[in-house]
Nanobody
């Protein structure tokens, strides 16, 4: 079993900052990539940012330059530093990880989601 536990969401004013964390635990042999998705009310879930085990990053155009994804391999944790937040960033943010378990089976895992609300 693998679990992803997110933290760091909350309410912030426009222009403010938040830092999300996601820690993976359980029967982990290798983490291939981790990332953050978000889903705003009435919209589809979309990729925000991702990072591979080799530290290659990818960002949605809407957040590039404002958000920074980073990882701590020793802690199996990924972070999302969000600066210059806008009301349109309001969403539930989900952590995602592509993990090979100790049984050598690789699959995608999701966290439970953390809500980010940006007030204008």
């Amino acid at each position: 079993q693998v679990q992803l536990v997110e933290s760091g969401g909350g309410l912030v004013q426009a222009g403010g900052s938040l830092r999300l964390s996601c820690a993976a635990s359980g029967s982990i042999r290798r983490i291939n990539a981790m990332g953050w998705y978000r889903q705003a009310p009435g919209k589809q879930r979309e990729l925000v940012a991702s990072i591979t085990s080799g530290a290659t990053t990818n960002y949605a155009d809407s957040v590039r330059g404002r958000f920074t994804i980073s990882g701590d391999n020793a802690k199996n944790t990924v972070y999302l530093q969000m600066n210059s937040l806008k009301p349109e960033d309001t969403a539930v943010f989900y952590c995602n990880a592509n993990i090979q378990s100790q049984t050598l089976f690789t699959r995608s895992y999701w966290g439970q989601g953390t809500r980010v609300t940006v007030s204008s």
